[in-house]
């Protein structure tokens, strides 16, 4: 990461103790997914969603989303997570859920969005060209088309949509503001105050 993640002084007891305020986060059962998602990333999510499951089953866990989406495949191992654990999980879309980020913000069992939120889904693009022979360019086309079936079938699952609708707004880049996420099934409510988990 190449910004400066803050860190809370408190009181312990072997004396005053810099705490990164990710960890402080974490204790309140609140998750941050934030930037590309890598399988680096997903892996860090991954193991805090479990944690917070193993600690309290079936406690809401709370994931806030600021994403321009990435790796299909790290983000699908996210939502097979959110999808097998007991614990609810709440997301909350702060700035954009673009592309997988999309799919993970439209799976929550709560899905919120501040005012100024914006949500993007569109088909899943081709990373690092498609070249080769004519059977490994067919092969790649095949497994794009895959996933492009498994990631419209889940927003149109969420979203409460035909499999038909989601093909159609996904063929393009399709963005929503607050409201639109709202109206189109993404998003659950827009917000203006954040609801805190406990401390």
Same mark, same amino acid.
Do not use: E, N
């Given at each position: 990461m190449n910004y400066y993640i803050p860190t809370i002084i408190r009181e312990t007891s072997e004396g005053m103790a810099r705490i990164p305020i990710a960890d402080v986060m974490l204790q309140r059962r609140e998750i941050w997914l934030t930037g590309e998602i890598t399988s680096e990333l997903?892996?860090?999510? /991954?193991?805090? /969603?479990?944690?917070l499951d193993a600690e309290e089953p079936g406690e809401e866990i709370t994931l806030y989303i600021d994403?321009?989406?990435?790796?299909?495949?790290?983000?699908?191992?996210?939502?097979?997570?959110?999808?097998?654990v007991s614990s609810k999980i709440r997301t909350v879309c702060i700035g954009t859920a673009a592309s997988m980020a999309a799919v993970l913000f439209a799976a929550g069992d709560r899905r919120e969005i501040l005012r100024h939120g914006e949500v993007m889904i569109h088909d899943p693009l081709v990373s690092g060209?498609?070249?080769?022979?004519?059977?490994?360019?067919?092969?790649?086309?095949?497994?794009?088309?895959a996933k492009r079936k498994v990631l419209c079938g889940i927003l149109a699952q969420h979203a409460g949509k035909t499999i038909k609708q989601i093909y159609k707004v996904t063929a393009k880049d399709s963005w929503y503001g607050a409201e639109e996420a709202v109206a189109f099934g993404l998003a659950d409510e827009v917000i203006s105050k954040l609801e805190r988990s406990r401390a």
């Open positions: 997903a892996d860090a999510v /991954i193991a805090q /969603i479990l944690h994403s321009p989406g990435g790796s299909v495949t790290a983000g699908l191992a996210i939502y097979d997570v959110m999808q097998a060209g498609i070249s080769g022979s004519a059977l490994a360019v067919q092969d790649k086309s095949d497994r794009l088309m």
